[in-house]
């Protein structure tokens, strides 16, 4: 895993590189052809450069991962999901201009 | 504190906005483009404009919006996005511009925020976004593959987005308030011949139903009052438009359902605040009368602007 930067995640890896994180994970569900998930992209990376070591951050195209998008009920993207020892814990939908703050506030109540 | 100062700022990255910044970046004013999401508005959500001059094959609203955003920053616009705008000061002939990153001085200031889609309110509407309920098809649509979804409103809208919808899901249901469609005929006689399409006029949709995603709606005929339960995956709202003019109280006069007063010249009640697009209260709400506001408001500001310059000289 590259320091500091984000890594892909598919239906085939998402439960090793999720599920069984030792840390939390950050998943941003995306897609090549969503315009605000472009937008959302290298605040996501700079997310991963912020929290290395202490949150894992991944991205899973859902062009890639559709049966785990299906099973996490997303059906709108960016959808930012929150893990931690396998489950969801938290969620944030869509771009707003509060985006990076909400997400780093979620963040910061889990590994406080 | 002089890096912070323009000569216009435009507060909307949407057809208005773009071109506004067009306009005064060619003009060569400092222009700065704050837009609260991405640019592109509410257009650039649409699948296929088809009438707007010069694209005689109909273009995607997000093609046709990042050519105008190019065509800004090319003159020189200088576009900052997720920034919003918190509110509005004037002191001392100067307007002051508070987002939620930064304060921004500037001597004229046009407010391009367009409109937000309208929420019903009802039951499972607010529990269920991003899980079934959705306003944007383009964002949304391709989890709808070889479903059965709903799309609530029959104006133009609702029957351009069911369209594009109908291409891949399994079946549309078309639920209006009214007993009639407003969209645009043509759109109307396209759609009817559609079999994949069904049409539920002069019914209400009372809630959308569904534990942890959409399942289904309740319709409500509007005649016989008889309720009944439709088995849908997604319900796409298209029920109509609210003025973005919160952060605009108390600052311009608005009209008694929140849009922008102007006159002509797109000028609003107070001197060097200019309102162009759909936030600008009015008849008609289409691309190219947006444009058309921007450019009035642009030579609006090119007039002021000198006269300002001649007054303090």
């Known amino acids: ?112 | 504190m002089v890096k912070n100062t323009y000569d216009v700022i435009i507060i909307g990255g949407g057809p208005a906005g773009l071109t506004a910044g067009i306009y005064t970046s060619r003009d060569r004013l400092k222009t700065l483009l704050l837009e609260k999401a991405i640019c592109g508005g509410l257009v650039a959500t649409a699948d296929s404009i088809e009438n707007y001059p010069g694209f005689p094959d109909g273009i995607k609203g997000k093609d046709l919006l990042l050519k105008f955003k190019k065509q800004a920053e090319e003159f020189g616009t200088e576009v900052k996005e997720l920034e919003g705008v918190k509110s509005i000061k004037q002191e001392n002939g100067k307007i002051k511009v508070q987002t939620n990153k930064e304060e921004y001085n500037t001597h004229s200031l046009i407010v391009a925020s367009g409109s937000i889609p309208k929420s019903l309110g009802i039951p499972g509407e607010k529990e269920l976004l991003g899980r079934g309920v959705s306003y944007c098809v383009i964002c949304d649509g391709p989890f709808f593959k070889d479903k059965d979804v709903v799309v609530v409103g029959c104006g133009n809208s609702g029957l351009q987005e069911g369209e594009a919808l109908l291409k891949f899901v399994k079946s549309v249901t078309f639920v209006e308030f009214l007993p009639y469609m407003k969209a645009a005929k043509i759109l109307q006689e396209r759609l009817q011949k559609n079999k994949k399409a069904t049409f539920l006029l002069n019914h209400k949709i009372t809630s959308i139903n569904g534990k942890n995603i959409v399942d289904s709606i309740t319709v409500k005929n509007r005649e016989t009052n008889e309720e009944k339960k439709l088995q849908v995956a997604g319900v796409f709202m298209y029920v109509g438009f609210l003025p973005n003019s919160k952060f605009l109280e108390g600052v311009v006069k608005l009209d008694n359902t929140g849009y922008i007063k102007t006159n002509e010249r797109m000028e609003t009640s107070v001197p060097g605040i200019y309102a162009i697009g759909d936030i600008r209260s009015k008849e008609v709400r289409q691309i190219d009368v947006a444009c058309g506001e921007a450019t009035v408001a642009a030579v609006s500001i090119q007039y002021y602007l000198e006269e300002m310059k001649t007054k303090t000289k």
């Open chain 1, 1 to 112: 895993m590259a320091k500091g930067k984000s890594i892909e995640v598919n239906d085939t890896n998402f439960e090793v590189e999720v599920i069984n994180s030792e840390i939390p994970v950050l998943v941003d569900f995306w897609a090549p052809w969503c315009g605000a998930c472009r937008t959302a992209g290298p605040i996501i990376e700079k997310l991963a450069g912020e929290y290395d070591g202490k949150v894992k951050v991944c991205k899973l195209s859902v062009d890639d991962g559709g049966q785990t998008a299906t099973k996490y009920s997303v059906m709108s993207i960016p959808t930012i999901i929150l893990f931690e020892n396998g489950k969801v814990v938290d969620q944030v939908v869509g771009v707003m201009p509060s985006f990076e703050s909400d997400i780093k506030g979620k963040i910061d109540s889990i590994i406080k």
